[in-house]
């Protein structure tokens, strides 16, 4: 069974300030996805990585695949409240495993 | 379009009461999932679907029963619900397996 530890749990910040979020795991993926869950809703893809080193940005929010394919990041540059949400990542293979995630909230 | 629908959005049972819940999808995607979503717990697979006719165990069916007659739908079926099912569930579909889900926006389920 594959795991995924995602960290921090919690994070709650600024607006405008920095922060990265990490997606861990002993096992290796074939790609790997991250969502955004907003409260009352169900989780919205945000992107897939697929290659090892992979980096991809979506505006501020950039993505890295790690070169093992057992991790991923990502960071947001200048948060601001409509970033606020539950970041989930979720990782392929036998089948697709979730996350916990991380709840973040960017204070005005 | 759209997208992935559920229905109900709440609902209250009581302990050994059954209902279904609704789900359906106009992206004609083959691929669909139940999910249970509790806090601290992540999200956990209930059943999956490949496509019309064709279900199977995820990693939680026990007190779930599914059925997938038509591309567009996979209902839930919840039989003598107990206190242990009180959750957010949610279905899901894609076009690939296990990749790229459209989620719909959740039932929030509680047996009391």
């Known amino acids: 069974t594959q795991l995924l530890e995602q960290s921090p749990q919690f994070l709650s910040i600024q607006e405008g300030e920095n922060l990265t979020v990490y997606c861990n795991s002993s096992?290796?993926?074939?790609?790997l996805q991250w969502y955004r869950q907003e409260p009352g809703e169900g989780p919205v893809l945000l992107v897939t990585?697929?290659?090892?080193?992979e980096v991809k940005k979506l505006k501020r929010l950039t993505f890295q695949f790690g070169d093992a394919r057992k991790d991923s990041s990502l960071h947001i540059t200048a948060a601001q409240p409509g970033d606020t949400g539950l970041y989930l990542c979720a990782g392929r293979a036998d089948g697709l495993t979730f996350g916990k995630g991380t709840h973040l909230i960017i204070q005005p | 379009n759209a997208g992935v629908t559920q229905t109900p959005k709440f609902r209250i049972l009581k302990i050994g009461q059954s209902m279904t819940l609704q789900c359906t999808q106009d992206m004609n995607h083959n691929y669909m999932y139940w999910y249970r979503q509790d806090p601290g717990m992540g999200l956990k697979l209930i059943y999956y679907s490949v496509g019309a006719g064709i279900t199977d165990k995820g990693e939680v069916p026990n007190g779930y029963n599914v059925s997938r007659s038509t591309t567009e739908d996979f209902p839930l079926r919840l039989e003598l619900a107990a206190p242990s099912q009180t959750s957010v569930y949610f279905c899901?579909?894609?076009?690939?397996?296990?990749?790229?889900?459209?989620f719909g926006s959740g039932t929030r389920l509680t047996v009391v």
């Open positions: 096992s290796v993926f074939s790609s």
């Open positions: 899901a579909s894609s076009y690939v397996g296990d990749y790229g889900y459209t």
């Open positions: 990585v697929v290659t090892g080193g």
